[in-house]
């Protein structure tokens, strides 16, 4: 079965909210973790990324927080815009020594951001 | 800077047939995977090629196999095509193994 999945499939936010997006994962040896977004027709665009030796890591409007106790994987987007409307996925790489080439990717949550 | 371009962007063809898909890095990037993604689900990893070399390869049959070019540019061949081959299938480059991953916007491939 999956490895990375999501606790939510689908998250509906009004405009100039918070949006938080749950990933969990079961490989204890993964150590590096990947958001991504994807929009209708395209590819899955990077967001941000983080390595297993923290716990957060913040972008512009993003946070990626990591809880390696519990497994857990969370994308907070701050003041959700309507152009945040997507499909959001969590991958990690399996202890590949550092490398990254091989992610395994989760279902996905479609965010809907209501204007 | 042109971002990862792949080629063609839609393809129909049939079962029993032979498919040959493009992907050029972004410049500078060494390292490509290629994805498949079906409807619904998220991508799952096929090959990685660094330097010309398979780094790795996914739970795919022999049907599918890939090559990478001295200028880094890629190819993904899948034979005899089944209908289950339908899906959209993703190049990601980087610069090296450690580094995130940039997707290009897929080739859709439909079967009939």
């Known amino acids: 079965g999956e490895s990375v999945g999501l606790h939510l499939p689908t998250l509906s936010v009004q405009e100039g909210d918070n949006s938080i997006i749950n990933c969990a994962y079961s490989?204890?040896?993964?150590?590096?973790f990947i958001w991504y977004k994807q929009e209708s027709g395209k590819g899955p665009q990077f967001i941000i990324d983080?390595?297993?030796?923290?716990d957060k890591r913040q972008g512009q409007r993003v946070t990626v927080l990591l809880n390696k106790t519990v497994k857990h994987l969370s994308l907070q987007i701050a003041a959700t815009q309507p152009g945040d409307s997507a499909v959001y996925f969590c991958?990690?790489?399996?202890?590949?020594?550092?490398?990254?080439?091989?992610?395994?990717f989760g279902k996905g949550t479609l965010l809907t951001v209501n204007p | 800077d042109a971002g990862v371009t792949q080629s063609p962007t839609h393809l129909i063809k049939t079962r029993g047939q032979q498919v040959t898909l493009r992907c050029s890095p972004i410049?500078?990037?060494?390292?490509v995977s290629w994805y498949q993604q079906v409807l619904g689900q998220g991508p799952q990893f096929i090959f990685q090629?660094?330097?010309?070399?398979?780094?790795g390869r996914g739970n795919f049959p022999d049907r599918f196999s890939a090559r990478q070019f001295p200028n880094y540019s890629s190819e993904l061949n899948v034979n005899a095509l089944l209908l289950g081959d339908s899906a959209l299938y993703l190049c990601a480059s980087s610069t090296t193994d450690d580094q995130p991953q940039h997707f290009g916007d897929g080739t859709r491939l439909s079967i009939l």
């Open positions: 983080i390595r297993s030796n923290m």
């Open positions: 410049s500078g990037h060494k390292s």
């Open positions: 090629y660094y330097e010309k070399e398979e780094r």
């Open positions: 991958a990690e790489n399996r202890g590949s020594g550092g490398s990254n080439y091989k992610l395994t």
């Open positions: 490989n204890s040896a993964s150590d590096y």
